[in-house]
């Protein structure tokens, strides 16, 4: 049981300018775990900080916790246009995760905003929605993630993976292929992904990246340090390769990490520094990430 004043804490380090950016992203997953409205309310003071990269995770983090108590405040970030498209853009998606009915018409509205990752992101979310609302039931699968669109029925790789690349089919057909993709799991499979991330859709490639991270296979790894290195990808896109190699934790990735830890583009360099973060953990023997409550009592001790 956490108490109030840990609690505080926990939300009093997120918030800390003066904090290593790891620690506030520990930080930040602890409150994620927590859960309630005392989590939310910490969590939603962050959407002031002036790194987009932590405001995007802020976002991700309301958005999988699926309290609807959160979506006044992703409605907001959603709706403000001096956000960075990488916060509106995850904004939208947690409020797609969230699944609350209500923001049906917002996320309509949004599906034609005029940056484009902000769009399609509202239009998956959107298509999310009417899913359920057709009295469907998320499957249980080998991730904990809520996806911003269900894993196709389709089980074949080589079909998948033709789903995936084909630029003429809508976006949450392709994203339901990237996620059973991932679900399938395996070296063909993780070659399929990582071709995902040559699509025209900066979105799609984003996602890709993500879902890379996830999937954990060291086969993708060339792919995802070379889009990390191209200076001319989309920051959004480069940020979810260097965090997907923190996660895959092989000795080419922290060769990759080291390279962009001094990146020009503020969002790769924070990325590589929470990857770097996130390699020595998955490389270490600590059972859990999210440590923040655990860091706290011990230091209590």
Known sequence: MVTEQELEAIGRTLLDPGQPL?????????????????????????????????????????????????????????????????????AGEALG????????????????DPVTEVAETCQLAVGRLEWLQQGAEPA?????????????????????????LDEARPLFDRYR???????????????????????????????????LGQLRHEAAVPQLAAVLARAAENPMVRHECAEALGAIAQPACLEALRAHAADPER????????ALDLYEHERGAAFQYADGLERLRAGAS
């Open 97 to 112: 995760a969230i699944g609350d009915p209500s923001v049906l018409e917002l996320l309509k509205q949004y599906s034609a």
């Open 267 to 274: 969002v790769v360099r924070e990325s590589c520094e929470v």
């Open 22 to 90: 790891q620690a506030r992203f520990r930080a930040l997953f602890t409150l994620r775990g927590l859960g309630g409205a005392g989590a939310i309310a910490w969590i939603a003071r962050g959407f002031a900080d002036d790194s987009a990269l932590l405001k995007h995770e802020l976002a991700y983090c309301l958005g999988q916790m699926q309290d609807a108590r959160a979506v006044p405040v992703l409605a907001a970030v959603l709706r403000d246009a001096g956000q960075e498209p990488m916060v509106r853009h995850e």
């Open 177 to 211: 292929a990237m996620f059973a993709l991932r679900n399938a799991g395996g070296e063909e499979a993780a070659l399929a992904l990582a071709e995902g991330l040559g699509c025209r859709s900066a979105l799609l490639r984003h996602e890709v990246g993500y879902v």
């Open 140 to 164: 249980a699968g080998p991730y904990l993630s809520v996806d911003p669109a269900p894993p196709a029925e389709e089980r074949d790789v080589g079909r998948l993976r033709e789903a995936l």
